[in-house]
């Protein structure tokens, strides 16, 4: 009996090693440089850095991907094995933006799901939409907006998404006030309006509501946005910071 334990407990101990070694060889295996696996490298920056990826797109370089995390844009090779922060270029016959290239229709994509949600200044006779991130405090965001019959008579229609440039919360776990003004603003039964009075430092009554601020800055942050205002237009390109009308003008229409 005795020795028929034996047996039987190095036969299992056999199948437990067995079945160790094959395990960690399939979690361990990464797919071909060659192919994307998109759950797989989602998983191994995760457990490798800590980062949440959202999304993940193919650039125009070989095996290399562009992630968008909870902290901003990043590169990896499709295997995981190597990862980048910064910038990525192309440099042939014209030096491109890998990453402008492929955040593009990730902005168009994000910006959809906000369409309900923005503060809009239509143009009577519409040519362009440019959708702005902006904050009441930003000095060039205040500049933009005071010329906004100049935009709208080039017939260029503004698109407002709301970010608070000091966050949602500070360091205390208190709303920012940068934060409660954008609110005041989407939660006014007149959006425009009260941006309006706020981008010129006049009282708005303070409001409270659901609304998607918070959801709106962390998408800028995913797509390249650390400063207002910064502009994307209809296909997806971003120009950061303050542009006068003429110049946004001859730029829209060079597209």
């Known amino acids: 009996m005795v020795k028929k334990f034996f047996v039987v407990l190095l036969i299992l ?5 067995t079945f160790f070694i094959v395990n960690n060889n399939v979690e361990a295996k990464s797919p071909s440089g ?3 696996d998109r759950e797989f490298l989602k998983k191994s920056i995760k457990q490798k850095l800590g980062l949440n990826v959202s999304k993940i797109e193919e650039t125009s370089m070989p095996n290399m991907a562009l992630l968008l995390t909870n902290q901003g844009i990043f590169y990896a090779t499709y ?20 990453g402008e290239e492929a955040l593009a229709n990730v902005r168009l994509e994000g910006i959809k799901h906000f369409e309900n949600d923005m503060v809009v200044y239509p143009a009577k006779n519409e040519k362009y939409v440019v959708t702005a991130f902006t904050d009441i405090t930003c000095g060039y965001c205040r500049k933009m907006h005071k010329q906004m019959a100049d935009y709208n008579a080039r017939g260029i ?17 208190n709303f920012t006030a940068s934060f409660k003004d954008l609110r005041s603003v989407w939660c006014s039964n007149n959006p425009a309006q009260a941006m309006t009075k706020a981008k010129r430092d006049e009282a708005i009554p303070y409001l409270s509501c659901e609304n998607s601020i918070e959801e ?5 942050r995913q797509v390249g946005v650390n400063g207002t205002p910064a502009l994307v237009l209809e296909n997806g390109t971003m120009i950061p910071g303050y542009q006068p009308p003429e110049n946004l003008e001859n730029i829209l229409k060079s597209l």
Do not use: C, H, M, W
């Not at 101990?13 to 090693?17: C, E, K, N, P």
């Not at 295997?79 to 890998?98: A, H, R």
């Not at 709106?216 to 800028?220: A, I, K, N, S």
């Open 34 to 36: 060659n192919t994307l």
């Open 157 to 173: 229609t503004f698109r407002y998404l709301a970010f608070p440039r000091n966050g949602i919360k500070d360091q205390l776990g």
């Open 13 to 17: 101990t056999s199948i437990l090693v």
């Open 79 to 98: 295997d995981g094995k190597y990862f980048i922060q910064g910038k990525l270029y192309s440099v042939g016959e014209e030096v491109t933006d890998l």
């Open 216 to 220: 709106q800055l962390d998408f800028g």
